[in-house]
Nanobody, 115 residues
Framework: QVQLVESGGGTVQAGGSLRLSCVASGNTFSINVMRWYRQAPGHERELVAT???????NYADSVKGRFTISGDTAKNTVFLQMNSLKPEDSGLYSCKAEDRIFHHWGHGTQVTVSS
């Protein structure tokens, strides 16, 4: 099993920055992909960013150039640096860890961007 705990959310004005963290524990050796998702009230969950065990990254078009996903293997932590935040970036941000068989989710951290 893998346990995930997100942190770093909060309220920020438009144009500001936040850095989210997702700390993994348990059978972390089996993880090969980590993803950040977000969900705003009344909207479907959206994939924001992905990082693989080889360091390959991918981003939703809506966040390209503003968000950066990175990982610290030694600390079993994945980060999401969010710059130039917009009100439409608001939502519950959750990380997901994938191994060959299972997908593991954290409980999320709330991000609110005020205009």
């Amino acid at each position: 099993q893998v346990q995930l705990v997100e942190s770093g959310g909060g309220t920020v004005q438009a144009g500001g920055s936040l850095r989210l963290s997702c700390v993994a524990s348990g059978n972390t050796f089996s993880i090969n992909v980590m993803r950040w998702y977000r969900q705003a009230p009344g909207h479907e969950r959206e994939l924001v960013a992905t990082i693989t065990s080889t360091g390959t990254t991918n981003y939703a078009d809506s966040v390209k150039g503003r968000f950066t996903i990175s990982g610290d293997t030694a600390k079993n932590t994945v980060f999401l640096q969010m710059n130039s935040l917009k009100p439409e970036d608001s939502g519950l941000y959750s990380c997901k860890a994938e191994d060959r068989i299972f997908h593991h989710w954290g409980h999320g951290t709330q991000v609110t961007v005020s205009s």
